[in-house]
């Protein structure tokens, strides 16, 4: 499969409050082909999830609105087939065990090389 295809189709929801952060993350999963829908905040991150189906989702945990963690738990019921990469500064143990029992596929430690997020998601998707 060639690199510029590898995300082909995929709809991600990137939920970061830095505007640079998510532009980059952004623009290297559409540099895969995948189809981005970007906010910053996690109550628009949640109207999101209820009106479109992504087919992941890349998540901060320290949002506006409402916190990664409520985000991640309320995406279970609202997009139960999206899995779920949190990307985050917060290096805690306790933060990522949490955030993978509440079904988290990956938990990547900011700075994230952007081919390292976009490994996480293409093995998130299946790809």
Same mark, same amino acid.
């Given at each position: 499969?060639?690199?510029?295809?590898?995300?082909?189709?995929?709809?991600?929801?990137?939920?970061?409050?830095?505007?640079?952060?998510?532009?980059?993350?952004?623009?290297?999963?559409?540099?895969? %082909?995948?189809?981005?829908? /970007?906010? @910053?905040?996690?109550?628009? =991150?949640?109207?999101? &999830?209820?009106?479109?189906? +992504?087919? $992941?989702?890349?998540?901060?945990?320290?949002?506006?609105?409402?916190?990664?963690?409520?985000?991640?738990?309320?995406?279970?019921?609202?997009?139960?087939?999206?899995?779920?990469?949190?990307?985050?500064?917060?290096? %805690?143990?306790?933060?990522? /065990?949490? @955030?993978?029992?509440?079904? =988290?596929?990956?938990? &990547?430690?900011?700075?994230? +090389?952007? $081919?390292?997020?976009?490994?996480?998601?293409?093995?998130?998707?299946?790809?």
């Amino acid at each position: 499969m060639s690199a510029a295809g590898r995300l082909a189709g995929a709809r991600v929801l990137v939920v970061d409050d830095d505007a640079d952060i998510r532009a980059a993350m952004g623009l290297a999963l559409r540099a895969e %082909g995948a189809v981005t829908d /970007e906010v @910053a905040d996690g109550s628009v =991150a949640m109207h999101h &999830l209820r009106s479109e189906t +992504p087919d $992941a989702v890349v998540l901060d945990l320290m949002l506006p609105g409402q916190s990664g963690f409520t985000v991640l738990e309320r995406c279970r019921t609202a997009a139960p087939n999206a899995p779920v990469v949190m990307v985050t500064a917060n290096r %805690g143990t306790r933060h990522a /065990e949490l @955030a993978r029992s509440l079904g =988290a596929a990956a938990y &990547l430690v900011k700075p994230v +090389p952007l $081919a390292t997020l976009v490994d996480a998601v293409a093995k998130a998707v299946g790809r």
